[in-house]
């Protein structure tokens, strides 16, 4: 197939980059930068531009079978802080590209919503695709929004959507500033004998999976002919004081950890449920969470000092 891949140059675009050429598919990318980690593949197509470049947009979508939609410009803890940027930069661009999906005649696409912030806080856990939609912060309104203009474009013009849900992703190449990737961020900390902060008492409860199982849910979600929504992640949960002494064990230092306030936005917990991804595309997670944060800091210590921008 000849995919196109929108936010292939970051953490998780790149992982399904990877899983798409060894699988002997033609890919091209669309991003704002270069990939931080590595130089150009020679066998990729690069467009290099804001998601809001439309004709730059028009041109990488030429001549594809499918589109593998990874953009975000905001995560859950920066989207509330400009709700109407979240909206013109996610929701009106995605739009838009369903718009030149439909003038290009390309109908296959994959789009990589949020399992953590799209069902709210939860009535049952774990979470099913079927639970009510609630989200509480812009981040998975905007998620929720552009999920229901896909199935509006799929009713009106055949558009073939798959939407994963996934959980919380960690591994190689994830940034570690805090904004996003707890995995990375506290690992890079406890490495580096830095404080640690947790917004309330260490008892919110996250799934975390690793990248490479989430690359593959891409990938057969892509070359199937399903349509519809699955979650994505680890089928079970730890809270960050449990996370904190996992990663503790793998690096070999205790953590010097600052208790903040909660915040307001923080779901108590979330644990999907994912059955659905087995039967509809028989994937399944393959990375237990010990040997996936041994895999994350083997990687971090060898590479961190290494990167290309």
């Given at each position: 197939?000849?995919?196109?891949v929108?936010?292939?140059?970051?953490?998780?675009?790149?992982?399904?980059?990877?899983?798409?050429?060894?699988?002997?598919?033609?890919?091209?990318?669309?991003?704002?930068?270069?990939?931080?980690?590595?130089?150009?593949?020679?066998?990729?197509?690069?467009?290099?531009?804001?998601?809001?470049?439309?004709?730059?947009?028009?041109?990488?979508?030429?001549?594809?079978?499918?589109?593998i939609?990874?953009?975000?410009?905001?995560?859950?803890?920066?989207?509330?802080?400009?709700?109407?940027?979240?909206?013109?930069?996610?929701?009106?661009?995605?739009?838009?590209?369903?718009?030149?999906?439909?003038?290009?005649?390309?109908?296959?696409?994959?789009?990589?919503?949020?399992?953590?912030?799209?069902?709210?806080?939860?009535?049952?856990?774990?979470?099913?695709?079927?639970?009510?939609?609630?989200?509480?912060?812009?981040?998975?309104?905007?998620?929720?929004?552009?999920?229901?203009?896909?199935?509006?474009?799929?009713?009106?013009?055949?558009?073939?959507?798959?939407?994963?849900?996934?959980s919380?992703?960690y591994?190689?190449?994830?940034?570690?500033?805090?904004?996003?990737?707890?995995?990375?961020?506290f690992?890079?900390?406890?490495?580096?004998?830095?404080?640690?902060?947790?917004?309330?008492?260490?008892?919110?409860?996250?799934?975390?999976?690793?990248?490479?199982?989430?690359?593959?849910?891409?990938?057969?979600?892509?070359?199937?002919?399903?349509?519809?929504?699955?979650?994505?992640?680890?089928?079970?949960?730890?809270?960050?004081?449990?996370?904190?002494?996992?990663?503790?064990?793998?690096?070999?230092?205790?953590?010097?950890?600052?208790?903040?306030?909660?915040?307001?936005?923080?779901?108590?917990?979330?644990?999907?449920?994912?059955?659905?991804?087995?039967?509809l595309l028989?994937?399944?997670?393959?990375?237990?969470?010990?040997?996936?944060?041994?895999?994350?800091?083997?990687?971090?210590?060898?590479?961190?000092?290494?990167?290309?921008?």
């Amino acid at each position: 197939m000849r995919i196109l891949v929108l936010g292939g140059n970051g953490f998780i675009g790149t992982h399904v980059l990877d899983e798409l050429l060894a699988a002997g598919h033609r890919v091209r990318v669309f991003d704002r930068s270069p990939e931080a980690w590595r130089a150009p593949i020679p066998e990729v197509t690069y467009y290099l531009g804001d998601f809001a470049n439309t004709p730059l947009l028009a041109e990488a979508l030429h001549g594809v079978d499918a589109v593998i939609h990874l953009i975000s410009t905001t995560v859950p803890s920066t989207s509330n802080l400009d709700p109407v940027a979240d909206i013109q930069s996610n929701l009106e661009c995605s739009v838009r590209l369903f718009q030149l999906m439909k003038q290009a005649k390309v109908d296959r696409i994959v789009y990589l919503s949020s399992g953590g912030t799209v069902y709210g806080i939860p009535s049952a856990l774990p979470i099913p695709e079927a639970h009510p939609l609630n989200p509480i912060c812009s981040y998975g309104i905007v998620k929720l929004a552009i999920e229901k203009y896909l199935g509006m474009f799929e009713h009106l013009y055949g558009l073939l959507p798959l939407i994963i849900r996934p959980s919380n992703p960690y591994g190689p190449r994830q940034g570690h500033q805090g904004i996003q990737g707890v995995v990375s961020t506290f690992m890079h900390k406890i490495m580096a004998g830095e404080r640690i902060s947790i917004w309330g008492d260490g008892s919110v409860k996250r799934d975390y999976f690793y990248i490479s199982d989430l690359a593959k849910a891409c990938r057969l979600a892509v070359e199937s002919g399903a349509v519809g929504v699955i979650n994505a992640g680890s089928g079970s949960g730890q809270t960050l004081t449990a996370l904190v002494s996992a990663i503790e064990d793998t690096v070999g230092k205790k953590a010097e950890i600052e208790y903040l306030a909660p915040r307001s936005y923080d779901v108590p917990e979330v644990v999907l449920d994912i059955g659905k991804a087995g039967s509809l595309l028989d994937w399944r997670p393959a990375v237990s969470l010990e040997a996936g944060l041994r895999m994350q800091h083997e990687w971090m210590a060898q590479h961190w000092s290494r990167r290309t921008r």
